[in-house]
Nanobody, 126 residues
C-alpha cells in the first residue's frame, strides 16, 4: 500500500506557473506507475498526465501537452507536475494517483489506479 500527499497548489494569474508535488510513503515508490488527474467544479475528474515507474515514459492530455511536464524522483519518493502558461480553464483540484505495476507502461485511465491523494487546489485567475 502507498500513501500519497499532494502539495504546491495555490492561486496564480493566467500565464503563470506552479509546480505540484506528490509525496509517497509506504511501499517502494519505484514499483508504481503514477498519474495526475484534475476535477473542476461541476465536472468529472479528468486525466492530465501519466508517467511510467522508471520515468522514461510519459503521456499527456491534449489540453496540457506542451505546457505541463510530469516527472518523478524515485530517490525522493516524489512525483511532480510542472505547470506553465496556466489558463483559467486549468482551475481544478489536482490529484495524484498510483498503480502498482511490474512493467514499464504508463496509464491514462482513472480506473487503472489503485491509490489516490486528497488533492490540492489550483486556481488560475484571468
Amino acid at each position: 500500500q502507498v500513501q500519497l500527499v499532494e502539495s504546491g497548489g495555490g492561486l496564480v494569474q493566467a500565464g503563470g506557473s506552479l509546480r505540484l508535488s506528490c509525496a509517497a510513503s509506504g511501499r517502494t515508490f519505484s514499483s508504481y506507475a503514477m498519474g495526475w488527474f484534475r476535477q473542476a467544479p461541476q465536472k468529472e475528474r479528468e486525466f492530465v498526465a501519466a508517467i511510467s515507474r522508471s520515468g522514461e515514459g510519459t503521456y499527456y492530455a491534449a489540453s496540457v501537452k506542451g505546457r505541463f511536464t510530469i516527472s518523478r524522483d524515485n530517490a525522493k519518493n516524489t512525483l511532480y507536475l510542472q505547470m506553465n502558461s496556466l489558463k483559467p480553464e486549468d482551475t481544478a483540484v489536482y490529484y495524484c494517483a498510483a498503480k502498482y505495476v511490474s512493467g514499464t507502461y504508463y496509464y491514462p485511465h482513472e480506473s487503472d489506479y489503485d491509490y489516490w491523494g486528497q488533492g490540492t487546489q489550483v486556481t488560475v485567475s484571468s
